[in-house]
T-cell receptor
C-alpha cells in the first residue's frame, strides 16, 4: 500500500488521558497536513509541515495539542488531557510542495473520548 | 460568514438522475476549486479540481466554476447507488491550505 497510512484507525479513551496518533505519508511527499473533522462538518485545518519544519498551526490547536515530524517522514499528533470535545476524526494528508491539488488523505483516526 | 458555504443535505435522488451539488465562497483570491468524495468512516478522496473559471469533465462528473458569482457546482450524470457518499467542495488558500465546505450527503435510491 503506497497511500497515506494512519494508526490507529479507532481510539477510545477516557477524559483526561493522553493519546498519540501516527501518520505515514506517501514516501516522496514532503508536505504533511493534519485536519480534524467532526460529525456533519468538513475537515478543518490544524497544522502542516514541510519536511521536519512545522510551518503553521491553526488557532484550533490548543496548548494540549502538539504535532511533530522529527525526521521529515512520519508525523505524530498528541493530545494531552483529552476532553469530550476532542472526539472527532483526525485526518492526515500529504503532497509535494505546490501540488496541494494532488494531496492524498489517509483513512483517518477516529477518536472517542468518554 | 464562513469562507465556503455548502448545503449539508441530505439529498436523495433516484438512480439514473442527474445530481447537482453546489457551493458558494467569499474569498475572491481562491484560484483552485476541488471536489472530494467521502464514504462513511473513510478519508476524503479527490474527484477533480478546476483552475479558475470554466468547466471540466471526467466521465460522469462535470465541475463548473463561476468566479464572477463565487459559485461552484458538481454534476453527476447517470447517478449510481455507489455514488452515495458525502461530497465536499474545497478551495486552496493563498497559504496552501485546503479550505473545505461542510459537505453534502447524497443518497442515490435504487
Amino acid at each position: 500500500d503506497t497511500g497515506v497510512s494512519q494508526d490507529p484507525r479507532h481510539k477510545i479513551t477516557k477524559r483526561g488521558q493522553n493519546v498519540t496518533f501516527r501518520c505515514d505519508p506517501i514516501s516522496e511527499h514532503n508536505r504533511l497536513y493534519w485536519y480534524r473533522q467532526t460529525l456533519g462538518q468538513g475537515p478543518e485545518f490544524l497544522t502542516y509541515f514541510q519536511n521536519e519544519a512545522q510551518l503553521e498551526k491553526s488557532r484550533l490547536l490548543s496548548d494540549r495539542f502538539s504535532a511533530e515530524r522529527p525526521k521529515g517522514s512520519f508525523s505524530t499528533l498528541e493530545i494531552q488531557r483529552t476532553e469530550q470535545g476532542d472526539s472527532a476524526m483526525y485526518l492526515c494528508a500529504s503532497s509535494l510542495p505546490g501540488l496541494i491539488t494532488e494531496a492524498f488523505f489517509g483513512q483517518g483516526t477516529r477518536l472517542t473520548v468518554v | 460568514q464562513k469562507e465556503v458555504e455548502q448545503d449539508p443535505g441530505p439529498l436523495s435522488v433516484p438512480e439514473g438522475a442527474i445530481v447537482s451539488l453546489n457551493c458558494t465562497y467569499s474569498n475572491s483570491a481562491f484560484q483552485y476549486f476541488m471536489w472530494y468524495r467521502q464514504y462513511s468512516r473513510k478519508g476524503p478522496e479527490l474527484l477533480m479540481y478546476t483552475y479558475s473559471s470554466g468547466n471540466k469533465e471526467d466521465g460522469r462528473f462535470t465541475a463548473q466554476v463561476d468566479k464572477s458569482s463565487k459559485y461552484i457546482s458538481l454534476f453527476i450524470r447517470d447517478s449510481q447507488p455507489s455514488d452515495s457518499a458525502t461530497y465536499l467542495c474545497a478551495m486552496i488558500s493563498r497559504d496552501d491550505k485546503i479550505i473545505f465546505g461542510k459537505g453534502t450527503r447524497l443518497h442515490i435510491l435504487p
